[in-house]
């Protein structure tokens, strides 16, 4: 997602550029074709809310910013309610395509181990969560910091005709979202407390994958946990988290409440697959196959793919990176993406837009300075060049965006009838707040620059 972003980026501003891919000439543990910007995780690049949400903010500083990855997903979009999803074969295939034939990008493929050669003197290493060991024993060499890494989780994805709608409906959680699809773009599986229990108990007792006594230590980043993890905290958790019923009236039986539902997103514009929202596992695939088909409605289900599980490795980048995301130690190097301690597909993509724009400005001889902290860009540029918590127990750790990496700002205590803003009225107006900012700075960011 940031190298592909990066070097569209870069040729759009007139750089020629040459994408390295390693795949298929080495494969990753998770992914599963040779395409450039194929998404592992999921399919959904979350909240589209440019108002009060922070990634749909993020969303729409980078279509200011002329970004391929936003472009082509508003293209491939499938139905999400309040959230934005594409297909993701049709994006990776239309994001392969695009670079592909750009007179300016050269594809490359094969693997670059170790660092790359010193006459190369402009270099944006965007290698995403599954850095190859040689590169990354080799960054850790140059700047003698250690290894940060944690693990990642892959949810199954279920043909959408072996799902029994007898039991199960179509439902965004609050009936959120502005069309019909919107409205139904999630299949929801009723539980009753006995066999939301069950469930619970087999996962505990479901056989795990086992990991490398080098793993055994790696945290799990905490916006994307296993299931079996989740529920390892405490009977409740599950139906508090991916699974809680709120918002939810089952159409085959209004008048019973679930007591937890199983909810699962279109994942490709056909909407013949749908992925389990919240289903990261380490399951054995036996033992997948197996409890996930006790849940009402999935009795058939039929699985393109089975969940996993993989480590990714990040950077301790406010010690290594400067604010135009280059190696302290060797400048020439930027890196971008999840392997500088961001998490998200969009978040990723946005930070190799970044290290593109200040690699082609750089190449052009022209300034470029990080965008205010006020925007998302600028916010999420902070936390990963020292924004984190400083002192002798704070570590560096990978975040999504949100608000909280934004500056504050006053919002009015009454509205104009003269009425008190409160809670969650209050929360609500700080947010838009926020966003009513962050455009009107990156606007002007966007426009101080000489655009590519």
């Not at 699962?264 to 596992?281: A, P």
């Not at 060797?330 to 999840?338: D, E, S, T, V």
């Not at 925007?375 to 918590?389: D, E």
């Amino acid at each position: 997602m940031a190298g592909s972003e990066a070097a569209w980026q870069l040729a759009s501003a007139g750089v020629p550029v040459i994408l390295h891919e390693m795949r298929p000439v080495r494969k990753t543990e998770a992914h599963q074709t040779d395409g450039l910007a194929e998404l592992v995780c999921s399919n959904s690049f979350r909240s589209d809310d440019a108002q009060n949400n922070a990634v749909g903010l993020l969303h729409e500083e980078m279509r200011r910013a002329n970004s391929l990855v936003m472009a082509i997903g508003d293209k491939v979009q499938v139905p999400a309610g309040g959230a934005m999803a594409v297909d993701r074969d049709a994006f990776s295939q239309a994001v392969t395509k695009t670079l592909t034939e750009h007179p300016l990008v050269t594809i490359e493929r094969g693997e670059i181990t170790g660092l790359p050669p010193e006459d190369w003197d402009s270099v944006i290493i965007a290698t995403g969560p599954l850095t190859s060991p040689s590169l990354a024993k080799a960054v850790l060499d140059l700047t003698g910091e250690d290894s940060l890494a944690f693990f990642d989780a892959i949810a199954p994805i279920i043909e959408r005709d072996s799902i029994n709608m007898d039991i199960a409906w179509m439902q965004s959680r609050y009936d959120k979202g502005e069309t019909e699809a919107d409205k139904a773009a999630y299949i929801n599986c009723p539980m009753d407390q006995a066999q939301y229990e069950g469930f619970v108990r087999a996962l505990l007792d479901g056989p795990k994958t086992e990991f490398k006594d080098w793993e055994k230590d790696t945290p799990y980043f905490e916006a994307c946990l296993p299931i079996e993890v989740m529920a390892e905290r405490g009977p409740e958790t599950l139906r508090h988290g991916p699974m809680k019923p709120r918002g939810l009236t089952n159409r085959h039986n209004p008048d019973v409440k679930p007591y937890a539902v199983v909810q699962l997103r279109q994942d490709n514009q056909l909407g013949t697959l749908f992925n389990m929202v919240g289903f990261q596992t380490k399951l054995k695939y036996g033992a997948q196959s197996e409890i996930f088909r006790t849940i009402p409605g999935l009795e058939g289900a039929k699985f393109a793919r089975l969940g996993g599980i993989h480590r990714n490795t990040f950077l301790n980048s406010p010690k290594l990176l400067d604010h135009q995301l280059r190696l302290t130690s060797r400048p020439a190097l930027r890196f971008a993406g999840q392997v500088i301690g961001v998490e998200g597909y969009v978040e990723s993509a946005a930070m190799g837009l970044m290290a593109g724009r200040f690699a082609a400005a750089e190449r052009l001889g022209r300034t470029l300075s990080p965008p205010p902290e006020t925007t998302a860009f600028g916010a999420l540029i902070r936390h990963v060049t020292g924004g984190h918590l400083s002192g002798p127990k704070a570590s560096f750790q990978p975040m999504n965006v949100n608000f909280g990496l934004f500056p504050d700002i006053e919002v009015p205590l009454k509205t104009e009838d003269g009425k008190r803003i409160r809670g969650k009225e209050k929360s609500v107006a700080r947010k838009r707040a926020m966003s009513a900012r962050a455009l009107s700075d990156i606007d002007a960011w966007l426009s101080g620059q000489q655009k590519p």
